[in-house]
């Protein structure tokens, strides 16, 4: 059994304050300060350049990726990280595209987060005309998979109420009609198991920086299944992909398997602190902490709906459908947040009216959920949102 206790010990929470935003940005873990500073004095300040080999810098992508893998459920060797999860996004919905030259649609719903859909279509942009970006709702996907779908591309939990896609049963009716899936794992790694593998997914991508605690700005992960890992055409072809980069070749050769999908230069110090988060996550089983979070979601429910009578659940009620957060609708939604916070519950709003918490079992539990849901009652009931200071829109909501 996973002792959540221990796990919560090893993060740094700010005193009086309960993080239900951990869906948003993980809080940090406590080694990652002095495993960012070793890498900063011992490794940048002391090994200079001669730190790409003698501080693994080079083999670090894939590295943690494989440590990613275990959380995803993917097989050794085809999981690494890098960039940000919008290029990892082009990156596997250009080199699914391209396994699919004679059909022209991709498919993805309205749930699925701006930049996912942005993406494709400036790729789609740049390939010519004939292609479109098929957007349909999130339960009408199976029934829009037609021999026409060159990609299904999906976020298999929906950022604004946490709506659930059924990866095994999509990926399965995706193949059945020709086409490939590309799974975009941003609110699933970390939040309950995910079986690419098992569930025959052919390309997912997802970040670090949410449920995984590696820190604003920590680098994505992508994974392409070992029958296509030889075959991808990556399009963002950078040296770093290419199969002897030292080799200063002037053609472009893509490396081996998911080496390929490497670009550029990986972001050292960022990844330091990936290395600390993944530490705890070692000691994690996640079907301990999928227990764990249905618990403390329902728990959330339960005592918002006994207290709240104007906040109407956004999320499903099923937690079977359900990631690891839970949403509200309120139309002052923003200005309930803002009290929220001022209060020292700290979760997040999406337009147009969405209260969202995010419950991560590793740092939050049943005490913390008790006492969000006490500080959510009162601000309803005696309506401390409704003060002109709480409605004044930040740049980052
Ligand atoms: C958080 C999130 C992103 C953000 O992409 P970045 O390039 O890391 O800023 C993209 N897609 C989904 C589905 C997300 O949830």
Known sequence: MTDFATTKALFHLPEGMIYLDGNSLGPLPKT??????????????????????????MAQPSVLGDRIGRLIGAEPGHVTTGDTLSIKVYQALAAALEMRP?????????????????????????????????VVDPDQVADALTDEIAVMMLTQVDYRTGRMHDMADLTARAHAVGALTVWDLAHSAGAFPVHLARDGADFAVGCTYKYLNAGPGAPAFIYVAPRHAERVQPALSGWLGHEAPFAFDLDYRPGARIERMRVGTPPVLQMAALEASLDIWDQVDLDDLRAASVALCEQFIAGVEATCPDLVLASPRDAAQRGSQVSFHFADGYAAMQALIAHGVIGDFRAPDIMRFGFTPLFIDA??????????????RDRLWDREAYKIRAAVT
């Open 367 to 380: 005490g913390d959920v008790d006492q969000a849901i006490a500080i959510l009652g009162e601000i309803m």
């Open 102 to 134: 004679d059909r022209r649609v991709i498919l993805s719903d309205n749930g699925n987060f701006p930049s996912d859909l942005y993406m494709a279509e400036g790729l789609l942009r740049q390939l010519g005309s004939g292609y479109e970006l098929r």
């Open 32 to 57: 990652a300060a002095t495993r960012v500073t070793r890498t900063v004095e011992a490794e940048w300040g002391e090994m200079l350049i001669t730190g790409w080999n003698k501080a693994g810098w």
